[in-house]
């Protein structure tokens, strides 16, 4: 097919198609195919979750033309492909490829996969090459992208060029026998390297790329959204509650999924679950999610409150009502959810006013079944107060525990809340955050930014001079010294 301009994303055609950049990446080289999967209707993740793009950046809406469906303006024979996806797809207008159907194979999931890279190609010289570093180095690459075994994949390293071939994928912990035809990098995949005598390049340290790789990457995507500590809860909720968002309906569909509506994250107060609910809500839809508060949504007169609680999910059907399987995806964040969803029947209430409100949300949440474009994400320092009827499967089936940060993590939090000052060199050298974060065993994420406040606070105290506050402070010599920190510490 021949690649042709189109200036709009949004002309309509009856066949939408997906397809990874992995697999159009290296479009150049004959012979690479490009997979097409016709979807009945224009759900692209790429289109419909924006924010979803580091987790979604493989799939992107690529029209495609057959016989039957041809649009007049595009030629039998031609895709039509505007600037960002030709982009992507690395193709120039008037190039040729070829284009196959794309059939889900069975097992096409987030499931752990290994996949095999053989080197084929480097320069002359013998070097060493560090898997650990390159491990990392491709996985950042390539992560979330579909791979294809046969695949030929170029990839630069350390300013060279090498070029790879996917010999396999499989799903981890299965005989080779399960080895499927293709899998998504994700960060969970082992990558084994292949090399030949011929190629030269010898690989050290192999052991472990995987594990400290797995490892490192997760942390780092976390740390970087300002959420410390919490990456095995992170990924535990991202398999649990999102994976299956992450793929086209019609995958979803073959796999016989149905997609989590509720989620509830619980432990103690200022663990940081607010701050990884948004996330999620900012990542799922591009967009601040909405977030309400249990004793605000509580109103002294009768029936008010269950009108509010029917008010939170207007918004969702009404999307819903007027885009169908258009609609966004909408994500309520409903903090101190045991406010209004105290177990039913508890004696302090007789009136049943508040059965009727547990009953109320209930309604919703089972309502949403038709829907599909919520996602609840309630929070409570108490799981223990909540009626139990919430947490059955359908409602708020997934459930996390957020507790207090241990070393590691204190340390995370710690260098989240310090970073700024460490770039603009407020921080003194001699502030040990290691020891900082050894001493303050039980501290929550909260307090930990706590204890930053007060020695800041300390800090700048030094700089000021009582007897005349309106002297200007001589900024270059502010600094926040591990003295400040220890002061803030005994507090
Ligand atoms: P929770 O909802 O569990 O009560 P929050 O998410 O509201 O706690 O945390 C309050 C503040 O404490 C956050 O805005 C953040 O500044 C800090 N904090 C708490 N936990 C963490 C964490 N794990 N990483 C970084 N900062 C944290």
Known sequence: MIVTNTPAADLVLTNLAYCSHADLHGFAVPGTKLYLASIADSFVLSLSYPFLSFLTAPYF??????????????????IALNAIQRRHARVSSGDTLSVNRFIPPEKFDLALLALELEFVKKGTKSEQVD??????????????????????????????????????????????????????????????????????????????????????????????????????????????????RVFPPHVTNKLGIKHVKGMLLYGPPGTGKTLMARQIGKMLNGREPKIVNGPEVLNKYVGETEKNVRDLFADAENDQRARGDQSDLHVIIFDEIDAICKSRGSTRDSTGVRDSIVNQLLTKIDGVESLNNVLLIGMTNRKDLLDEALLRPGRLEVQIEISLPDENGRLQILQIHTNKMKESSFLAPDVNLPELAARTKNYSGAKLEGVVKSAVSYALNRQLSLDDLTKPVDEESIKVTMDDFLNALHE
């Open 131 to 244: 898997a650990v570093l390159l491990a990392g180095q491709l996985k950042k690459r390539f992560m979330n992208q579909v791979m294809t075994a046969g695949q030929r994949v170029s990839f630069e390293f350390h300013g060279n060029n090498y070029i790879f071939t996917v010999n396999q994928a499989a799903v981890e912990g299965q005989e080779k026998s399960s080895t499927i035809e293709r899998g998504m990098i994700s960060s969970d995949t082992y990558i084994v390297f292949e090399t030949s005598n011929a190629s030269g390049i010898k690989i050290v340290n192999q052991r472990e790329a995987a594990s400290s790789n797995i490892f490192r990457q997760k942390e780092f995507n976390l740390q970087s959204l300002g959420i410390g500590g919490l990456s095995a809860e992170f990924a535990d909720i991202f398999r649990r509650a999102f994976a299956s």
């Open 61 to 78: 809406a690529l029209k495609f033309f057959d016989d039957d469906t041809a649009h007049e303006s595009v030629r039998n024979g031609h």
